[in-house]
């Protein structure tokens, strides 16, 4: 009664989405993965900046250089996972706020002028847009399977630069056979609000 949402669109984004280990063979399209962003692009951030950056894995020599650094118990399901993106984040996201934040270009140097600031905000925001696109994912009919059992370095050094952070490795696509463990307990509103 509380929610506006339809119950099956909830259904799809949060009670019936799971965490996929297994996929299908049915390839995810350019135009999918177009979509889930212009979709997940609108979440909010700190003064709109866009520090999220996907690279999306699709040839099988860059899958193979990937699943090398990927730990042990990730390695299978990101070798077979019809898709799989490396979301990172972009340290050096200031220099694109004056055209995000046309009504106050200065936010650039005032506040993103020490690299230090930069990284912190870039790890916060690009992590939001993160959560964004996985809840993008799941609005295409697809499957996520977000990892960070991985070697951040040697991810970095393969695919990115030095102003760019590896966040998390994400898997999509359909669910296949035995896709999930039994869904793990969450905690109550209870246990997790308080008022003042
Ligand atoms: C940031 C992040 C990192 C994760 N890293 C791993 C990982 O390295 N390996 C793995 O098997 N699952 C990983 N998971 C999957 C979580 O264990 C899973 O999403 C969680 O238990 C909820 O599962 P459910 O969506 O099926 O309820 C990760 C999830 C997130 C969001």
Redesign the pocket.
Request: charged share 15%.
């Given at each position: 009664m509380s929610l506006v949402l339809d119950p099956a669109a909830q259904d799809l984004l949060f009670r019936e989405?799971?965490?996929a280990?297994t996929f299908t063979d049915e390839p995810v399209t350019d135009e999918q993965v177009q979509a889930i962003y212009d979709l997940a692009k609108f979440g909010p951030t700190a003064f709109n900046q866009s520090p999220l950056r996907v690279v999306l894995v699709r040839s099988a020599e860059g899958r193979e250089r990937l699943v090398q650094h990927m730990?042990e118990?990730?390695r299978p399901?990101t070798a077979t996972a019809p898709l799989v993106a490396i979301l990172a984040a972009d340290n050096e996201f200031h220099e694109e706020l004056p055209a995000l934040l046309p009504h106050f270009p200065q936010a650039k140097d005032v506040f993103f002028g020490e690299r230090p600031v930069r990284e912190s905000s870039a790890t916060l925001n690009a992590a939001l847009q993160a959560a964004y696109f996985?809840i993008g994912v799941r609005a295409a009919g697809l499957a996520a399977?977000?990892?960070?059992?991985?070697d951040a370095a040697g991810i970095q050094k393969e695919f990115l630069d030095g102003d760019h952070t590896p966040l998390?490795v994400v898997n999509i696509g359909k669910p296949g056979e035995d896709a999930?463990?039994p869904?793990?307990p969450r905690l109550s509103y209870d246990e997790v609000v308080t008022t003042v």
């Open positions: 989405a799971r965490t280990n730990s118990g990730n399901k996985i399977g977000p990892m960070t059992g991985y998390m999930w463990f869904r793990s």
